[in-house]
């Protein structure tokens, strides 16, 4: 699985919408799309806000650790 998959599987967990997030992360909708997709890669400022949002940590998301929770 690819980060970009993580970020699907975390937003549809939390039963938010690419619209939710997107908005959450003061971005368009189909900017957000993008990430989800693959199509283009995710800042780090982006990242650090998405772990925040799912309380997780960027070694989850990035798949460096299957350890969802932070330490």
Excluded: C, V, W
């Excluded at 997030?21 to 799309?33: E, N, R, S, T, V």
């Excluded at 990430?35 to 806000?49: A, C, N, S, V």
């Amino acid at each position: 699985m690819s980060y970009y998959k993580r970020i699907r599987e975390l937003r549809e967990d939390h039963d938010l919408t690419q619209r939710e997030i997107a908005k959450m992360l003061d971005m368009p909708q189909p900017q957000y799309y993008r990430y989800e997709q693959g199509f283009r890669d995710i800042p780090t400022d982006i990242l650090i806000k998405l772990a925040d949002i799912y309380g997780t940590t960027t070694d989850y998301i990035l798949e460096r650790t299957d350890n969802s929770k932070p330490l």
